[in-house]
Each structure stands twice: as C-alpha cells, then as structure tokens.
C-alpha cells in the first residue's frame, strides 16, 4: 500500500473479513464490480467482469446489475455512467483520476478544433466525459486501428490525447495526423537502457509492450498491444520469459495463467515503483467495501453532457 493510500485509508473494522462482506454486500445490492487489469490483484479476483478499457465498456454497457461498482480509474467509471444513465455508478475512491486524461482539457480540445475544422476527432477513451463530447469517435488501444481505417482517406483526423499511440497508429495505418501531444505518468517512464540490460540477462526473452510506451521502447517489443492483447499473446507464446512495458498490475493476471512462465516489469529510469499507477492502485478492498455499502461516491453526469459523450462511443462499439 503507497504512503497515500495509508494515509487516506478509510476507517474500517480490522476484524471484518472484507472479501466475505464484499460479496453479501454485492448480491444485496445487485451490484456488478467490474475491475481493470491495472488494480491491485485482490480486487482483480473478486471481480465480476476483468478486462482493458473496451473489455469493460461492453460489460458495463450490458450489464443487467442495478449498481456498477468500477474499480478503475474516474474516467472509466464515467463511461459506465454515460452508458447507463439510470445505473447508479460508484468508484471507490473518487481521486483515482488519470494523468493521461488531465493532460487533455476539453477547453483546450475546443479550441484546437476550432483551429482545424476539418479535422475528425478520434479521442483515446483515457479522457473526461467532456473531451467525449467534443470528439467524433472515441477508441480504445484494443479497437484504435480498425477505428482509425473507419474514417475516409481523405478525411484528415485530429487524435488525442496521447501523442505516443497516435504516432504508433500513424505507423501501423500509414495515415497522417494530428497529435495531441498528452502522455500517461507511467508509460513515458520506462527506460530504454534498462530495458537492454534485461535482454542481455535474459537471452531468448520477449518484449510485451503497450502502445502508449515511447517508440525508443516499442522499437524493441515482441509484440505491441492493448493490455489484453499483451496477456493473450504471453500465455500463448512458446517464449518462457517475458519482459513487461506496461502497468504492473497486468503482471497477477500473467503469473495466474502461465505460472511456469517468468514475467519481468520493466523498470522506470529512476529507483522507484513507477510503473504502478498511482491513481488506480487508490482504490483498496476497504474502499471497496465502502462504496458497496454506502453506495458512495457516485458518478454523476449533465444528461446534456453525457449525450453529448455518447455519441461517439456508440459509434465505436457499433464497428
């Protein structure tokens, strides 16, 4: 548990066997809890539906649950609200924001667009409900590509926020555009050399890397995928060891289906555990217990904003 998780702890009774009261708690409710790949691995396998951001946005979308419970991070759980308005929406803790997101104002985004009129806005999910609204089809890093060769040839396109997937699409597609130049605090970490330092100490290892990496990291990768795309292709591979470029909570999801296989994080530059995102590791199985209970905090959203934001993700869960 981080300093801050420590400090910010809820007060919860010590002797209260939390998975159990998780459970009662989510048949009373009529609560589904849907985790990101990212959490940590206790709330990984309570989960009801685990998966990456396209993974979860199809079982938020058809859950049939009275409460979403949304173990992730904020802008997740305002995707399961603007796709069910009438769902009570709950995340554990309500700071779990993302760095990736913060890094795009949908002020900002409004202002750009109104530079490039001509432009199709193609917004990466890691973003507020409000930049949705200003976009014209939102993608995940599982769905980007066939996103991308949805739009005409000649339509030029505006991409945000994140300026190292939309160069790796700009390669993979061969199409031209426009980056919003926003990164995530843990994939711009990772460190080149490190990372061949593990190869030399692991000869035959694999490179796993998502694309929101720097290219300085994905020119070495094996394969380059969305985090779901990354746990299929190492459970798969004949490889025995993988070296890992993306958030460490993947790593209990890898472990649990290959346990004969060796997994490595790849390192940040600096000593520190950068590669565990500090805002998705803020939500713990007291928080989660508590946001059961009390229903609380929710995610609640304009209806003319939450429209507004459906409309392009309807567009990409419709291709």
């Known amino acids: 548990m981080s300093a801050l998780n420590v400090l910010d702890a809820p007060a919860v009774d010590p002797s209260l066997d939390l998975e159990a009261e998780i459970n009662r708690l989510r048949k009373e409710q009529n609560a589904v ?17 685990l998966g ?4 979860l946005s199809r079982a938020a979308r058809d859950t ?12 997740m759980a305002e995707t399961a609200k603007i796709l069910n308005p009438d769902k009570i929406v709950v995340l ?11 890094s795009c104002p949908a002020p900002a985004l409004a202002r750009f667009k109104e530079l490039h009129p001509d432009h199709a806005v193609v917004s990466y999910i890691n973003c507020s409900a409000a930049v949705k609204a200003e976009s014209d089809l939102i993608c995940t890093s599982s769905n980007a590509r066939r996103v991308i060769d949805s739009i005409p040839a000649d339509q030029p396109i505006l991409f945000a926020p994140d300026r190292n997937l939309g ?5 993979q597609t061969g199409r031209e555009m426009l980056l919003w130049q926003g990164t995530c605090v843990v994939h711009e970490t990772f460190s080149e050399r490190k990372l061949i330092k593990l190869l030399a100490d692991h000869p035959g290892a694999k490179v796993i890397a998502h694309p929101e990496c720097e290219d300085v990291i994905l020119r070495h990768a094996h394969h380059i995928g969305s985090t779901s795309s990354l746990l299929t292709f190492a459970t798969d591979d004949d490889a025995d060891t993988f070296i890992v470029a993306t958030e ?7 472990r649990k289906a290959s346990p004969d296989k060796t997994f490595l994080p790849l390192p940040p530059e600096a000593g520190c555990a950068c590669n565990d995102c500090p805002y998705m590791k803020l939500n713990t199985m007291e928080k989660l217990y508590l946001c059961l209970r009390d229903l ?10 939450r429209l507004a934001a459906l409309a392009p993700i309807d567009r990409m869960l419709d291709l």
């Open 248 to 254: 460490s909570g993947i790593l209990h999801q890898m």
């Open 33 to 49: 809890i849907l985790a990101h790949y990212y959490q940590e691995g206790e709330i990984q396998d309570l989960a009801d539906f």
């Open 92 to 102: 554990p803790d309500l700071n779990a924001g993302c760095s990736l997101a913060d």
């Open 296 to 305: 609380e905090p929710r995610i609640e959203l304009d209806e003319e904003l």
């Open 52 to 55: 990456d951001s396209l993974q």
């Open 64 to 75: 049939d649950a009275d409460v979403i419970v949304f173990c992730g991070v904020h802008f």
């Open 167 to 171: 160069a790796w699409l700009q390669e």
